[in-house]
């Protein structure tokens, strides 16, 4: 059997793995992603919406609307991501895809500008529903009160959510 996620994965070659390692690099701006061009077995796949950069077999990256970002799965990187918890009434829109709106957000973790990748993750166990794009800063995301404050990229469920199962 199986399983819906899976796809064809495609080897990439060395200078394609520099280029997807400088867009990683530039994505998450000093933060550590761990990984070189030295690195063994790297391979794409694609899905409807995404492309998934599996190295060395596991799924740590997604690129979405030309954006790369870690995937769920890459606690590695995204504990080293701000964060946006939201409260479980929340929870089930972030899944389903809907950007993160002011009212459930319960805390702002870290501190970011616009723009730059945050983690939303649930406030009861702290797991990670979806990685986004800030709207806002955290500083004024702390006192905003209604409006969305974060650009849901990837998320629990989706295509390349699928895939890295």
Same mark, same amino acid.
């Given at each position: 059997?199986?399983?819906?996620? #899976?796809?064809?994965?495609? =080897?990439?070659?060395?200078? #394609? ?8 690099? *530039? =994505?998450? /701006? ?8 030295? %690195? /063994? ?5 694609? #899905? ?7 190295? $060395?077999?596991? !799924?740590? @990256? ?7 970002? &870690?995937?769920?799965?890459?606690? +590695?990187?995204?504990?080293?991501? !701000? =964060? ?7 929870? !089930?829109?972030?899944?389903? +895809?809907?950007?993160? %709106?002011? &009212? ?7 501190? @970011?500008? %616009? ?7 649930? *406030? ?9 794009? =800030?709207?806002? /800063?955290?500083?004024?995301?702390? #006192?905003?009160?209604? +409006?969305?404050?974060? *650009? ?5 469920? $989706? $295509? ?6």
């Amino acid at each position: 059997m199986v399983k819906s996620g #899976t796809s064809r994965r495609l =080897a990439v070659n060395k200078k #394609t793995v520099k280029q997807i390692l400088e867009r990683i690099a *530039e =994505a998450l /701006g000093g933060i550590q992603h761990g990984l070189s061009s030295k %690195m /063994g077995r790297v391979e794409v796949a694609r #899905t409807r919406k995404s492309n998934v950069f599996f190295f $060395d077999g596991k !799924p740590l @990256f997604i690129e979405r609307r030309s954006r790369i970002v &870690p995937s769920l799965i890459n606690e +590695g990187v995204l504990s080293q991501l !701000p =964060a946006i918890v939201v409260d479980q009434g929340a929870v !089930p829109f972030v899944c389903n +895809g809907a950007d993160v %709106m002011a &009212p459930g957000v319960r805390r702002v973790e870290g501190k @970011f500008l %616009m723009g730059q990748l945050v983690v939303v993750r649930e *406030e009861r166990f702290h797991r990670a529903l979806a990685v986004g794009s =800030a709207l806002a /800063g955290s500083d004024e995301m702390r #006192t905003r009160s209604e +409006g969305k404050v974060a *650009e849901n990229i990837h998320f629990v469920g $989706d $295509d390349a959510w699928q895939e890295c199962l």
